[in-house]
């Protein structure tokens, strides 16, 4: 390119952009997963709070769900399976048998 004024365009070592290529993928999963792991734990601190509040709520109904029935499965009218471990359509009501 001797006199056309443009310069020779400069090649990049193959082994040079592929190794910063990995690095930068290194970064952006490192970076990532330390996002979610942050997030994690405060999902879990907020989750344990709420838990910790509704264990001090309903501390009086423990022994009253402990005497329940876990395998006891009926199904309504409108083919609804009612179970130990389903919430109460109401609110502030405890899960129960119908």
């Given at each position: 390119m001797i006199?056309?004024?443009?310069?020779?365009?400069?090649?990049?070592?193959?082994?040079i952009k592929y190794r910063t290529n990995i690095y930068l993928t290194l970064w952006i999963s490192a970076t990532t997963l330390f996002n979610d792991i942050t997030q994690a734990k405060e999902l879990f601190i907020k989750k344990r709070e709420a838990f910790k509040g509704l264990t001090e709520l309903y501390r009086d109904r423990v022994t009253e769900w402990n005497r329940a029935d876990r395998k006891a499965r009926l199904v309504t009218i409108?083919?609804?399976?009612?179970?130990?471990?389903?919430?109460?359509?109401?609110?502030?009501n405890a899960p129960h048998i119908l």
């Open positions: 006199g056309t004024g443009k310069k020779k365009p400069i090649s990049v070592c193959p082994i409108d083919k609804e399976v009612e179970c130990v471990y389903r919430q109460s359509q109401k609110k502030g």
